[in-house]
C-alpha cells in the first residue's frame, strides 16, 4: 500500500449548485415498539457531492446506520424526501430500486455480512459480478484483496479469517463493484491503527481515483480529522456539518 497523505479539500455543495449525489430533505426514521415510539433519525437534511470523502461522526445509538441504511434504499424513511444518484429511492419502483441498488450504492456493513459458504475471492468476485462493470471478476477480486493486504488469504473462507481480515474482505467487495458512491460503517472497528489508516486511505484514494462519494461513519472523532467534511449527529439530528478548519489532516498524523 502507498504511504499515507493527506487529501485536498471541496466545499459541501450548496442548496443551489449542482445535483448532489446524496440528498436527503427533511428526513425522519421512526420506530414503533409497542406504545413507544423510537425517533432514529429526525428532520435530516443533507447533500453530498461526486468525491467528497464525508465523515458521520456521533456515538452509539445516533443514528449512523440509519443513515446509511436510508441513503443505500435497505430502509424506508417515515418522512421525507431521499434522492441519490438521480433516484428519487422514495419512489422508485421495486425495479428502480433492484438496479439503484446495484449500480449506484457500495455498502461495507458493520457487521460485514460475508457469504459463509464463499471464499474471500468469490465473495469479493460476487460484488464485481452483481455490478456488471466488469468482465473479469476473479482477476479484479485477487487484485482488491491484494489492495487491502489478503493477497494470501484468497482462499479462505470467512470463518478461517480474523475479524479484522474479514472486514478487509467486505471493503475489497464493496470497493471492487466500483459503484459512484460507497457507504462504510466503522469501517476500522475491527483494524489495528496501522491497517485502518491504510484501509481509509484507500476508501479517501476513491474520491480522486473515480470521483466516488465515500461517507464513512464512526464513532471515532480522530478519524473525522482526514475528511473533507464531518457529519455529527447526535439522538439524531445533524448538530454540526462542516469542512475540516484547516483543511484535512495528512493520514500520518492520526493516532487512535
Ligand atoms: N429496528 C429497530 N427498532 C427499534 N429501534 C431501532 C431499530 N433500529 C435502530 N433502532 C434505534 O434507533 C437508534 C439509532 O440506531 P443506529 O443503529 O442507527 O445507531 P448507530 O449510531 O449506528 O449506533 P452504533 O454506533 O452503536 O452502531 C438507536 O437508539 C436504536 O435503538
Ligand atoms: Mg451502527
Avoid: C
Amino acid at each position: 500500500m502507498n504511504p499515507p497523505r493527506g487529501g485536498g479539500q471541496r466545499s459541501p455543495p450548496s442548496r443551489n449548485g449542482p445535483a448532489a449525489l446524496i440528498d436527503l430533505a427533511g428526513v425522519a426514521r421512526r420506530y414503533r415498539l409497542g406504545e413507544v415510539t423510537v425517533t432514529a433519525l429526525a428532520d435530516i437534511d443533507l447533500r453530498i457531492g461526486e468525491g467528497e470523502f464525508v465523515v458521520v461522526l456521533g456515538p452509539s445509538g445516533s443514528g449512523k446506520t440509519t443513515l446509511l441504511n436510508l441513503v443505500g434504499a435497505l430502509d424506508t424513511p417515515t418522512s421525507g424526501r431521499i434522492v441519490v444518484a438521480g433516484t428519487d429511492i422514495t419512489r422508485a419502483s421495486r425495479r428502480e430500486l433492484a438496479a439503484f441498488r446495484r449500480r449506484s450504492v457500495s455498502f461495507i456493513f458493520q457487521t460485514f455480512n460475508l457469504f459463509p459458504g464463499l471464499s474471500a475471492l468469490e465473495n469479493v468476485a460476487f460484488g464485481v459480478d452483481v455490478s456488471g462493470r466488469e468482465r473479469d471478476g476473479d482477476l479484479v477480486a485477487r487484485r482488491m484483496l491484494e489492495d487491502v493486504g489478503l493477497g494470501d488469504r484468497v482462499h479462505h473462507y470467512p470463518h478461517e479469517l480474523s475479524g479484522g481480515e474479514q472486514q478487509r474482505v467486505a471493503i475489497a467487495r464493496a470497493l471492487a463493484t466500483r459503484n459512484p458512491i460507497l457507504l462504510a460503517d466503522e469501517p476500522t472497528g475491527e483494524l489495528d491503527f496501522r491497517t485502518g489508516v491504510q484501509i481509509l486511505q484507500l476508501l479517501h484514494d476513491q474520491t480522486h481515483v473515480s470521483g466516488t462519494a465515500v461517507v464513512v461513519v464512526t464513532h471515532n472523532r480522530e478519524i473525522a480529522r482526514v475528511a473533507d467534511r464531518v457529519v455529527e449527529l447526535s439522538s439524531g439530528h445533524v448538530v454540526s456539518d462542516a469542512a475540516n478548519p484547516g483543511g484535512p489532516a495528512g493520514f500520518a498524523e492520526l493516532t487512535w
